[in-house]
Each structure stands twice: as structure tokens, then as C-alpha cells.
Nanobody
Framework: QVQVVESGGGMVQAGGSLRLSCAATIESMFNIDDMGWYRQTPGNERELVARITEGGMTLYGDAFEGRFTISRDNAKDTVYLQMNSLNPDDTAVYHC?????????????WGQGIQVTVSS
């Protein structure tokens, strides 16, 4: 019912920046609600990086506010994550998140993820 294309990951030196993009496609009968990004490192649980509602309200994980900025283009069903002042601890697989809904039910979807590697 929903598919995403994640892009923008890669390798960067500490102190650098990256911008992730996630473009979602969904059948017209469904609605996209929240979008966002989570990240995961080996042996650890997935953690919230940032989420944004359809109306533009944002929520950040504790380690990211002030360094990362989430935004979205509702017309394109695309969410962006601008990541600044990256450090090696930010190395992880970043997963796009889409909350989508029918009339009665909400669903959570995570993309396969995109690797971000920060070298010291």
C-alpha cells in the first residue's frame, strides 16, 4: 500500500552534513499522516531521530534537536532530514518512517534504510 525511496546517505567526515530524502508513494484511497526518520545500529533497538506531522509539527529524539532538521513537502509526499555537525556516533542505518491510514486504521511503515557513515 505504501512504498518509499530513500536517498542521500553515504560517507562524510566528522563535522560535515548530509541531507536525507524519502519519497513515498501510496494508493489514492489512503492518507499519509506522520513521516519521519528512525535509525538503528547493530545490536541496538531502532530509535527516533525525528518525526513531522502532516501539519508540520515536529518531534526530535534527544540527541538530535539543534543538529538535525526535519521537513516535508506534502505535495510530493516527501520528507527530508538535514543533518549537520555529524559525528561518528551518528553512523547508523537511517530508516524512513511513514504513518498511513485508512478511514478506520493507522499503519506504521519503515523503509529498508540507508547507510550513513561518519568518519573521524
Amino acid at each position: 500500500q505504501v512504498q518509499v525511496v530513500e536517498s542521500g546517505g553515504g560517507m562524510v567526515q566528522a563535522g560535515g552534513s548530509l541531507r536525507l530524502s524519502c519519497a513515498a508513494t501510496i494508493e489514492s484511497m489512503f492518507n499519509i499522516d506522520d513521516m519521519g526518520w528512525y535509525r538503528q545500529t547493530p545490536g541496538n533497538e531502532r530509535e527516533l531521530v525525528a518525526r513531522i506531522t502532516e501539519g508540520g509539527m515536529t518531534l526530535y529524539g534527544d540527541a538530535f534537536e539543534g543538529r538535525f532538521t526535519i521537513s516535508r513537502d506534502n505535495a510530493k509526499d516527501t520528507v527530508y532530514l538535514q543533518m549537520n555537525s555529524l559525528n561518528p556516533d551518528d553512523t547508523a542505518v537511517y530508516h524512513c518512517y511513514v504513518q498511513w491510514s485508512t478511514i478506520n486504521t493507522e499503519y506504521d511503515y519503515w523503509g529498508q534504510g540507508i547507510q550513513v557513515t561518519v568518519s573521524s
